[in-house]
């Protein structure tokens, strides 16, 4: 049977890493959103407040005035932010005395704490809502090495990607729906306040997380953190395979004589002792930036982020130029290198507990939130694409989210309902 | 009642474009981009048009004349945003088009613009389906159920999931006759779609009165049936006429 063959068209990989870094931010949201529907709706233990860090200045409760809730928030999340400045203050002085085994080993701990607690607990409130028939030994068996795996995976980088990129959404829903479960004001106050910092810690030059990208920057080093990175493109339409994909690994490109303008991180350490369940956020991760510019031995594969122009990035280092290229040439052979997005996990964080907190309210809300958070992750990646350096991710998108919930809750919902209910749609 | 009427009632709504996601759209990232943000700017001017008439709002349910300029109006403001999408698709196509004689690779083809239509009109039928059908199904999922007046034989979640199928098919094929007319310069094609928009809005009316769903919900599907036919014969004609030329 002949087959008219039909010339690849180039629409058919555009945009194909956005995607990539859009599909785990929705998955883990919507693995929140149900969380969130399942165990609320069952417990109305409204009266008993989770002790935090984050609740710390003021406990609130539902009879409170409203000015006194708000003024409560504030300072909630004012006490909140201060802390995790401090924090990161803390971990760039351990990252400029060098002492990267130290936070290696910290991440490590704070993760196993949050896969074996966390998530612990979490398992439990879904054994008593489904009566699920289990005995402690089992329970205790499974979690442990489900905990241990976690770590293993996210911090030694020769498993299998997506066993890493697994763990590391898991690590987000677990951390965002403890974060649900504050009280509403303050966590709407201190996700505005965590957007504010995040701006402020990135572009700043005096802000802590722009020193630290700096400090990478200059030792070319990673940031021991707790980074999301999306499976780099590989390119299916370039002629060189025999059906055997490419091994991607990627690591930074070593650019002899320039600057690299690589980097990630964000490192989220995530501290929680249980015993007062205590989370310590020293999270940001707020920035985004790409790891890898294109290599130039294969340039079917910069079709692959046109939207992201990385050719054009290439000549913006100026000299140098065809020095870079040789040596990506040089280094590249065999490995073929392409540039990852990265987020970081506070931003996963951040998005899901927006999500989240919509959803306790109504569905109709967490769809608005979904597609603002979307909107400002694109808005994001095209200010990425068109700037050049690390940039926070919070701002837009949390700043999207918090207008799209309160105009759907004050204005949509009664229009959307007035109509339908009525049986009146357009 | 109970979970699975509720996926039920979601799945009646928006089964055929899951399917169609799925085999179609999911396959090219960029028009999953698209489907994103026709939605968004669907439910950025289903928010305009709330923040317009919220003072006005609660409506009697009794007079049906102010849900008439209720929908004249949304469904004008809406067709106006549809010719602003237009505009910006333009932009987008010669950006396109030039990145692809930069990488020198083949330009859009007639099927690539008309399956961005389609993802447009995909994300404009969603949004419809997800904020007025499935953001009203949460009572569904509990044990009881809920019935009006218009439609007292069958619950209303059925009934709401039913027009919002037939609004789906609106919207989507809508897009792509839009997108074609414009392109084209065709006359009718261009007053086709606010037209078919028009009309199957104010049918809706007919489920004021008493047991007037009967009535409405035909009418509804007749719309979205000629619209379904209009685009096939759109597309078949175009497709033969370019394979012809080529």
């Known amino acids: ?426 | 009642m109970t979970v699975a009427a509720g996926i039920g009632y979601a799945l009646l709504a928006l089964g055929p474009s899951l399917s169609l996601f799925i085999s179609v759209i999911s396959k090219k990232p960029f028009l999953i981009l698209t489907v994103l943000s026709s939605t968004l700017l669907w439910l950025v001017s289903l928010i305009v048009l709330s923040g317009v008439w919220r003072a006005f709002l609660p409506l009697k349910s009794t007079v049906w004349w102010p849900y008439a300029l209720l929908i004249v109006s949304s469904v004008s403001f809406q067709e106006g945003l549809r010719i602003l999408f237009w505009k910006v698709y333009k932009r987008l196509e010669d950006i396109l088009d030039a990145f692809a004689d930069r990488v020198s690779k083949p330009r859009l083809f007639l099927t690539d613009k008309m399956l961005i239509a389609l993802a447009g009109g995909l994300g404009h039928g969603v949004a419809h389906a997800v904020f007025f059908c499935l953001s009203l199904l949460t009572p569904a999922f509990g044990p009881a159920t809920f019935f009006v007046d218009s439609c007292s034989q069958i619950p209303f979640f059925l009934v709401s999931a039913i027009i919002a199928l037939a609004f789906v098919t609106i919207h989507t094929f809508s897009m792509v006759i839009a997108f074609n007319g414009y392109a084209e310069g065709n006359r009718i094609d261009q007053f086709f779609v606010p037209i078919v928009h028009l009309v199957a809005g104010l049918v809706t009316l007919a489920n004021f009165a008493y047991g007037g769903c009967i009535v409405g919900i035909p009418l509804l599907y007749l719309m979205a049936l000629l619209t379904l036919l209009h685009c096939g014969k759109m597309v078949w004609r175009r497709l033969t006429e370019n394979g012809s030329t080529q």
């Open chain 1, 1 to 426: 049977m002949a087959q008219i063959q039909r010339p690849k068209s180039f629409l058919d990989s555009l945009g194909e890493e956005i995607i990539r870094i859009i599909t785990p931010v929705s998955i883990c949201m919507f693995i929140v959103v149900i969380l969130v529907s399942i165990l609320n709706t069952d417990s109305s233990s409204a009266s008993t407040t989770i002790n935090n860090i984050a609740t710390m200045a003021y406990a609130e409760t539902t009879s409170d005035s409203f000015w006194d809730k708000l003024k409560g928030a504030l300072l909630n999340s004012l006490v909140f932010v201060a802390i995790v400045t401090v924090v990161t203050f803390v971990l760039v002085l351990l990252f400029y005395l060098r002492c990267t085994q130290f936070l290696k080993l910290y991440m490590g701990f704070s993760s196993f704490i949050v896969l074996g607690f966390m998530g612990g607990e979490i398992a439990l409130f879904l054994i008593r809502d489904f009566s699920v028939p289990i005995d402690c030994f089992t329970f205790l068996v499974v979690l442990f090495n489900f905990a241990a795996v976690g770590v293993l995976a996210v911090f030694m980088s020769k498993m299998a990607i997506f066993v890493t990129q697994a763990y590391l959404v898991v690590i987000g829903v677990l951390v965002a729906y403890w974060f649900t479960l504050l009280p509403e004001w303050t966590t709407w106050a201190l996700l505005v306040a965590m957007a504010l910092y995040d701006l402020a810690a990135v572009l700043l030059p005096v802000g802590p997380l722009r020193l630290l990208v700096e400090l990478a920057i200059s030792r070319d080093e990673d940031i021991p953190a707790l980074v999301y990175e999306a499976r780099p493109v590989t390119n299916h339409h370039s002629g060189s395979r025999d059906g055997v994909a490419q091994r991607r690994l990627w690591r930074e490109r070593r650019n002899v004589g320039n600057d690299s303008e690589e980097n990630l991180n964000s490192e989220s350490s995530l501290d929680s002792n249980l015993t007062n369940g205590t989370v310590d956020g020293g999270h940001h991760t707020t920035r985004l930036a790409r790891a890898e510019e294109g290599q130039l031995l294969e340039r079917d594969a910069e079709l692959s982020a046109p939207l992201i122009d990385r050719r054009s990035s290439v000549q913006v280092h100026g000299q140098g130029d065809a020095v870079s290229s040789e040596s990506l040439l040089l280094e590249g052979i065999g490995l073929g290198s392409t540039g990852a997005i990265k987020l970081g996990l506070g931003d996963f964080i951040f998005y899901s507990v927006l999500v989240g907190r919509a959803a306790m309210y109504d569905f109709m809300t967490v769809y608005a939130c979904y597609l603002a958070i979307i909107a400002g992750l694109g808005i994001t990646l095209m200010l990425l694409a068109f700037y050049q350096k690390a940039l926070p991710a919070l701002p837009v998108s949390v700043a999207l989210g918090v207008l799209f919930y309160f105009l759907t809750r004050l204005l949509l919902e009664a229009f959307v309902v007035q109509c339908s209910l009525n049986l009146v749609m357009f």
